[in-house]
Nanobody
Framework: QVQLVESGGGLVQTGGSLRLSCLASGIFFGINDMGWYRQAPGKERELVAA???????NYVDSVKGRFTISRDDAKNTVYLQMNSLKPEDTAVYYC???????????WGQGTQVTVSS
C-alpha cells in the first residue's frame, strides 16, 4: 500500500520559516520524481517545487530564492524548506510522487500552511 504522509505545516507570521516533510512508503523511492504542490482556496493546485529522481530541481518563479526542495532517498523522504514566508504562500501543501518507469502518480493527504500578515 502506497502512502505519502506530509508533516510540518502550521501557522507562521510573515517572514517566518517552516520545513515540510513527506515520508513515502510502499514505493521504490529512488525511481520516483518527487514534488510539492499547493492549493489555495478558490485556486487550482499548482506545482511549487520538484526534485527528479536524477536530482534535477525546478521551482515556480514565486518561490525561487525562498524555498528549497531536497530529498533523502535513504529515508524515503522529501523536504521543502520554506523561508521568508508571505501571506500568499497560504495553502494546503501536497506531496506527489511519480514513478519514472510506470508513470503512476501518488498524492499525500496535504498539510495546511497559513502565513499571517
Amino acid at each position: 500500500q502506497v502512502q505519502l504522509v506530509e508533516s510540518g505545516g502550521g501557522l507562521v507570521q510573515t517572514g517566518g520559516s517552516l520545513r515540510l516533510s513527506c515520508l513515502a512508503s510502499g514505493i521504490f523511492f529512488g525511481i520516483n520524481d518527487m514534488g510539492w504542490y499547493r492549493q489555495a482556496p478558490g485556486k487550482e493546485r499548482e506545482l511549487v517545487a520538484a526534485i527528479l529522481s536524477g536530482g534535477t530541481i525546478n521551482y515556480v518563479d514565486s518561490v525561487k530564492g525562498r524555498f528549497t526542495i531536497s530529498r533523502d532517498d535513504a529515508k524515503n523522504t522529501v523536504y521543502l524548506q520554506m523561508n521568508s514566508l508571505k501571506p500568499e504562500d497560504t495553502a494546503v501543501y501536497y506531496c506527489r510522487a511519480r514513478n519514472i518507469v510506470t508513470t503512476m502518480v501518488y498524492w499525500g493527504q496535504g498539510t495546511q500552511v497559513t502565513v499571517s500578515s
